[in-house]
């Protein structure tokens, strides 16, 4: 028994070494990028702050580089350190550190069943959808030639889901609600597929699966939530930037296309590690609204109101 309560304090010792620093260097690069951010969020487009943000995900799967000023190690050595710790350490007894690390390990190990869950239900879900007609499939064609999309798309239709989505990350498939072609009409549909295309095209689902999991490591990080809930706010707004200049003069239906897709989505949907919406609440919409229209694009694009 005492050499387990070793063995994990061992690694306790190990896994606060290396968690502490990166918490206090991951929360200050956090605080700058936001900063610079609420200085530049009117004055660039959301795909340059987009990738500013980017820097925090970049950051985190890099060693941490900020010593910890506030270990014994820093001042004394650490081989000092070990040693004076080791003397007043009682045998057999679990530190603090072999304690956080057990309560780590259990949360992120609860977090990863979870996702897994939403994973198996995401790909029963595609499973079960039903492929799209042909005038939607044309359409798809259609949206695939303005977004320069040349991998294989497929489109299906589900009655399970509330408001169209996208997910498969090797093979990306278009979730739409039953009847959406005939609700919005081709006009807004192809604004809809435009959105997922764009999307795709840029791998934001790969870039979705990244956060997830450094979430899941740095979950005791407060901060790191913030900037994920920021980084998918942002990446909304520059998709929508990508299709205003797909769209170009037709651009104009675009906030239209919006608001449609958010009165078809009664219920907020259910997302999960593979899943991108294109409507996630009214608050992000009328922001993303706001940006279309009076961002540093609207000059360029003619977006109707």
């Not at 956090?30 to 990738?51: E, Q």
């Not at 506030?70 to 070990?82: H, L, Q």
């Not at 710790?85 to 057999?92: D, F, N, S």
């Not at 798809?140 to 991998?151: A, P, Q, S, T």
Request: proline share 4%.
């Amino acid at each position: 028994m005492n050499m387990v309560l070793e063995h994990i304090n061992s690694m306790g010792k190990a896994f606060v070494e290396f968690a502490l620093p990166m918490l206090v260097q991951s929360s200050m690069l956090i605080v700058v990028v936001l900063l610079v951010d609420l200085v530049l969020r009117r004055k660039v487009r959301a795909v340059f702050r987009h990738w500013m943000w980017m820097l925090v995900p970049a950051a985190l799967v890099l060693p941490p580089v900020l010593p910890l000023i506030t270990g014994a190690g820093y001042w004394f050595g650490k081989k000092a350190a070990d040693a004076a710790e080791a003397a007043v350490r009682p045998t057999g007894l679990l530190t603090w550190e072999g304690l956080a690390f057990l309560v780590w390990l259990a949360v992120a190990v609860g977090m990863v069943v979870f996702l897994l869950q939403r994973t198996i239900s995401a790909r029963r879900l595609v499973a079960e959808a039903k492929n799209a007609n042909n005038l939607m499939n044309n359409v798809l064609w259609y949206c695939r030639k303005c977004m320069g999309v040349r991998k294989e798309i497929r489109l299906k239709v589900s009655g399970k889901v509330t408001g169209p989505v996208v997910c498969g990350l090797l093979r990306p498939v278009i979730l739409v609600p039953l009847n959406v072609g005939g609700r919005l009409g081709s006009r807004h549909l192809r604004g809809v597929l435009l959105h997922e295309l764009a999307h795709i095209k840029r791998g934001d689902l790969w870039v979705n699966l990244a956060q997830t999991v450094l979430q899941i490591i740095y979950f005791y990080n407060p901060l790191l939530w913030l900037a994920n809930a920021i980084i998918r706010r942002v990446r909304e707004r520059a998709v929508d930037e990508t299709v205003v200049l797909a769209m170009g003069e037709k651009a104009r239906w675009y906030p239209e296309t919006l608001v449609k897709v958010a009165k078809l989505t009664l219920r907020r949907p259910a997302l999960g590690l593979r899943l991108i919406a294109v409507v996630e609440s009214r608050k992000a919409l009328a922001g993303r609204i706001d940006h279309v229209l009076n961002g540093p694009l609207s000059r360029r694009a003619k977006a109707g109101r």
